[in-house]
């Protein structure tokens, strides 16, 4: 077995987190099992870049207007962000699996400052008929079309406390 280089054990060291082994096995021309071994030598053993498989159930959706089920991804819920959606890693990158899952059904990028909805109001849905783009505006006026202002709601409530205090 050749030696890794100082280079190629920087490179696997600055990568591990980002990229799957295949993937530097790839670029660097080595297997990807000697790569693992020699980050376990490194004394480096978790935290290492898998690529998971997005896998989902089918739920009925809540609203009865709803076309299709709810696709309630399975695979990727314990990375969900502060909001509770899903994240996936790929390319070195996070993303909302949501938003993932849009660029990828609908082949387009979307573009800053806009946001990937969702109809049937379940953050780790990723069923392609169940997401629309719109921006802020559009998610408040859609929550409150639906009823759910509880966030501007409760923020009244505390002001009206205040006030009566
Ligand atoms: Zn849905």
Redesign the pocket.
């Known amino acids: 077995m050749k030696y890794f280089t100082q280079e190629e054990i920087d490179f696997i060291k600055n990568n591990y987190k980002k990229m799957t082994l295949r993937k530097m096995d790839k670029i660097l021309g080595r297997d990807y099992r000697t790569i693992w071994t020699k980050l376990k030598r490194e004394g480096i053993t978790g935290n290492v870049h898998r690529k998971k498989t997005i896998r989902y159930k089918k739920v009925p959706?809540p609203y009865p207007e709803?076309e299709?089920?709810?696709?309630?991804c399975i695979s990727h819920h314990k990375e969900s962000n502060l909001y509770g959606y899903p994240m996936i890693h790929r390319n070195g990158k996070h993303y909302s699996l949501h938003r993932y899952a849009y660029e990828r059904y609908y082949k387009k990028e979307i573009p800053k400052g806009i946001g990937v909805l969702?109809?049937?109001d379940?953050p780790s849905?990723i069923?392609p008929d169940?997401l629309f783009l719109g921006t802020q505006k559009d998610n408040s006026q859609d929550m409150i079309k639906k009823g759910r202002d509880n966030c501007w709601g409760n923020k009244n409530k505390k002001e009206e406390i205040t006030a009566n205090i």
Request: a neutral charge.
């Open positions: 959706s709803l299709g089920d709810c696709w309630i969702h109809h049937c379940r849905c069923n169940h």
